[in-house]
Structures are given as C-alpha cells and as structure tokens.
C-alpha cells in the first residue's frame, strides 16, 4: 500500500460542472470544467482515477434538480492510484458514481449507486473492464432485473423493447429472445440502427419510428398483441406500444429519455392503463443492490457461454468530449453503450 | 311465468343514442331518443323494465368508440315484467349493462358486467334496490377490490382518493379508513363537498382542489409522504399526488374522469414512475366477477354491522334528465353516485 507521502506532487482533479441551467437539449456552452486540488488521504481512503466514464441519458433528468454549478453525477470505471484502504488496493479497478471528474477521493461508501471492485474475470483482464459499464455493468443489470424481476415473462409471449439499439435494450431484447425465449420486437428510431441490432444481436423484428409507423408494423409484428414492454423512452412512443397491448399486459419503466430534455416530462396514457388492467411499474437497478454480484455472474455466463451476442461499449475518445457525447445521447444518432476512455495522462 | 301471448299489446323501447359525435363535454342536442318496438319472448328471454339508471363518467371514454347513431351504454337495475327463463322470475330486481332504456329483451348473458337477479336483501327490499347500483354494485365493488386485490394497504399508511365525494371515491376512502385502518386523505373540487364527506363518511383530511394548493395540503396532511393512490381522477391531480407519493408507493388506476371530455386522455407522470419506482395498476371490477357476490355481501355486512357510513344514491327522476345528469358528472357539481329513476309509468 501506498502511503501518501510517497507522492509530493500537489494533485489536481478535473470535474465538469453544470455552468448553467439546461434548457432542452443541453449544449456544450452550459458544462464548464473546474480544477480542484485532492487533499491527502486520510485512513480509509483511496485516490480513485477515471479510465471510462459512462455516458447516461438519465443524468439530464437529475440535473433538472440540482443547483447551478454542480459537479455532473455519472458512474465510472477508475484505477486505484493510492490506498489506505485494504479493501480498495492499488491497481484494482472499482466501479462507483463518482461523476464526470479524473481523480476521486474515496472510502468505497455506496453512493447513487453501489461502489465495488470490479469482479476477478474484469479485473484480471479475461474481460475488457469497460464491460463493467455495459452488459456487466448498470446498462446489463437494468435489462436483466428489469426482465427477471419486474416483467418475468413467459416463454412464447410478445414482448416489445424501446430503444433496442441503446445500451440497456439491446440486452434486454437478447435476454429476452434468447434466454427466455419471448418473440421479441425492438424500436429504434433509424433504419441503420435497425441493422445494426440485426448483426450485432440478432434482433430482426425491428421497428425503425422516424420511417415507419409504429402502430402498423406492431400489428404486423404482434397480430395477437403485446404483452409485456421494456420501455426506456417513454411518450409518443410507449402510448403506441400502450395501444398494442393486450389486456392486463406490463410494462417495466427503466427510462423515459423521450421527455429529459423537455418541460414537460414523458406521461403515459391512464385510459389505455384502465381498459387494458395494465401495470406499469418503473424501476431502478439499486433496488436488488444486494444481487448485483450474482446477476452480473450470471451476465458473465451468458457471454462465455456464447448464449448472446455480446460487444465492448461505444469508445469516445477524451474528458473534454464527454458534454459533446452527453449531447448526442439525445439526437438519436447512438447505437450501443457510450463510455468515454479517459486517457491515462489526464489528471 | 306468463307467456307472451298473455299481453296482447304492443311494447316499444325508449332507448337514448348518441345522435353526434361527442366533442368536450356533451350537449343535450347530442343525445336523441329512439323507439324500439319489443318482439315476443322466446323461450329462454325475459323482458326487464328499468327502475334505476346509473350515470357512469367512463361512458364518456366508451363514446369515442361507438359509431354516431349507437344506443348509449349503462347499468341500470330492472325489474322483470314478462319471463320465458326461470332464472329470472317475473317480479325479480336485475342488475344488467342493458343501457339507457326502457325496456330490455335478455337471455340472462353476461354484457359488459354480470347480468343476475339481485341478492335476497335487495330483493326482498331489506335494503332500497337502488344500492345495487351504489355501495351493493360497481361503485362498491371498485372500492372494494381496488383496495383489497390492488393496493393491499397495510394499517397506518397513508392512502389518498381523489374524486372523494364521488360514488367510488367516497366507499373507497371509508373503507380504507375504517376497515383496513389506513390514515387516508380525499381530494375533491369543493368545499361544499369536502363537508359532505365529513358528514357523511367521517373523513375529514380533505383537500378541496379548486381551493387549495394539492401539494401543499398534502405535505400537511402526510408529512412522511403519501404510501398508496386510488385515483378516478387521473392527469392534473393524480400528478400532483405521485409528487408528494413515497418510494415503491402503489397506484390503483379505477379512473380518469379528467381527461374523459378531452382529445388527450389524462396521463401519468413517467419521470416519477421510474424515480419512486411506483408500481401503477389499471383495474375494471369486472376482473373478479366470478367474486361479486362474496364482496356485495361483504360490503353488506359493513353496512349491517354500521362499519361504515352507507347512504342511497343520489336520484334524479326521469328517463328524459339522463343525459343532464350524466353531463352534470364533468361539471363537479355532483356528491355520491347519481343514478336516474324511471316512473313506472315510462314504458
């Protein structure tokens, strides 16, 4: 372990900030980076520095709540640089909400979400660590407890994913597919995404929404009707699924990106929730915090065993980029999980 | 049982239609009688003639889906005045979805919700008939069920109701306040009708929305947050009921009375779904029609037992004032469940 003293160089975090209130779709005048010194450990404490920092469209929501000047929250893969925490050695890789900052001081308490040393097969490189942010990460644990635990499907049955070529739906469309065995149709809003879902994970029901009409190729689709929606988008978008659905079907509301950038948020059409008996329940990863290691075991075992198709993130290359890749989450360009690679020589 | 060819004369059917498309609140000029002349029994029918009409605001909903010319639908209770079916004796109190109309030829089928003979204390006048349609029919029985099969509060949570002087709202929060011991707050539009509640049913934590901020009455009355929604109401208010709602709170949707009269139906807040990780269940009674008369004599036995405040309906004469009363529904002047008497004499 390292002790603190070893390392005279005064140390400085770099931390993006919201400059200003969003409005809409954020721009890159509104994010603003600010320097802050790191303090010297204290027992306890470990010195954490960003290799990815996960790119989520669910932030524009929380910003909405906090002050003018905040640091960005966000989750990140770091590097242990110091130690005086035996749990948190150096060189280990942690996972934790530290925001959109290069260094972090840290005690290894949960924060938004919990902060761990990466599993063996991450850590030792069996698995590229940046996984830790996709399928073995938050974007693969929404998918699977978002099927396992809210909609729990049944086999044969009609399930409909939203954003099928983002980085929770395209899990959640494979698990469903190819675990268990759902006949799976996933929106997404172009054709090229389309195609990509089609290679990449063999998701061939496929709607694309800006060139055809939802509704129409649902009924093509799901003749019988849908019965359970994985919805990470919300809006316009869900209340056509809603309209789809067969009664007392579910949906398990993971996100609604649709209305982040917006005044009004996503609503959800109560009418078609009434005729239908429908349930809708929305849901966040933390809530089975204390399975998080074995869903990401069981993760890890889809990938060796070859039972889906699995991939490394979407790679963006810098720290300063990552306003401009946050910006671009909500311009439906994306397909995949966005992380941004820190490189090792910012600090 | 008397035969058809006992009477001789000519029966015709006053049948209300829906003569326009609705737009907004409906108009008088948008409904029009028709006369329907009665054929002879076969065998296996009955003639029912209404006594009591229920005025239902979802009728509006249905509206939008029937084509312009088709008879308005509803619940009434009937009594049967000629019978060909022995399940159905001549003199007996039906409950049936026939409509607004006079007279009705019926096979005893289920419609829209279960067609029966009244239970004894009903029939037998133990209890006014017109309860079959109030505390002993669909308003009771969603009270009942959105309570015990949906929500399942536990004692001492905090449960709202919306619409809380309406014909659902009203048993809903009684029963939850008295039986299931909850600490339940109502919402309604007026103070008028805030009193009412309070002398009719004992509750008295009331928010009258016209009046009063709903948020800011609710973090009074729920400091600690509001556990389980039972909302007829649905958009504006149901909204601001989630903002004030807890972590895994629960929403049983029953109604949207405020988006029935609009292009947009009422929505639901998707952002707060997934933030408090709600769970929301649309209901219609008729899921559990195989258990009505379990929960009509359980509802009977709070009554009999003075364990809650019963009270009749609401009455309007006239067959001609149905669709007064039932555009009086969407101006929020109404208390309790609103049903219309039909003279014995309207045939």
Not at 136 to 158: D, I, M, Q, S
Not at 197 to 204: L, P
């Amino acid at each position: 372990m390292e002790s603190p003293s070893d390392s005279p160089k005064i140390l400085k975090a770099r931390v993006w900030t919201m400059s200003k209130r969003f409005v809409g779709i954020p721009e890159k005048s509104d994010f603003h980076i600010i320097v802050e010194r790191i303090p010297a450990l204290k027992t306890g404490e470990y010195l954490a520095k960003a290799v990815y920092i996960s790119i989520d469209p669910h932030i524009r929501a929380i910003t909405d709540e906090l002050p003018v000047g905040s640091a960005i929250p966000g989750i990140q893969i770091a590097s242990v640089v110091e130690s005086l925490n035996e749990k948190f050695p150096v060189g280990a890789y942690v996972h934790g909400a530290f925001g959109w900052r290069t260094l972090t001081v840290d005690k290894g308490q949960t924060r938004s979400v919990p902060t761990y040393v990466l599993p063996d097969y991450l850590n030792d490189k069996s698995m590229e660590v940046s996984y830790g942010l996709s399928l073995l990460g938050v974007p693969g644990l929404a998918a699977y407890f978002g099927l396992t635990e809210v909609l729990k499907p049944r086999r044969g049955e009609t399930l409909v994913v939203s954003s099928v070529a983002g980085g929770v739906g395209n899990f959640a469309a494979q698990i469903a597919k190819k675990i268990l065995g759902c006949n799976v149709i996933g929106i997404t809003s172009r054709d090229n995404k389309a195609k990509w879902c089609k290679d990449r994970g063999g998701i061939d029901q496929t709607i694309s929404y800006m060139d055809q009409d939802v509704v129409e190729q649902l009924n093509k689709f799901a003749p019988e009707g849908v019965d359970y929606y994985f919805d990470t988008v919300g809006g316009d978008i869900a209340n056509s699924v809603l309209s789809c659905m067969n009664d007392n079907g579910k949906i398990a509301q993971c996100g609604a990106i649709s209305g982040y950038c917006n005044d009004v948020p996503a609503h959800l059409n109560q009418l078609e929730i009434i005729e239908k008996e429908l349930k809708v329940e929305g849901f966040q990863v933390t809530r089975w915090k204390d399975r998080w290691f074995e869903a990401i075991d069981q993760l890890y075992s889809y990938h060796v065993g070859k039972r889906m198709s699995t991939y490394p993130p979407v790679y963006a290359a810098g720290f300063e980029s990552i306003p401009d890749e946050f910006i671009r989450l909500f311009r439906s360009f994306n397909v995949g999980k966005v992380v941004v690679i820190v490189p090792s020589n910012v600090l």
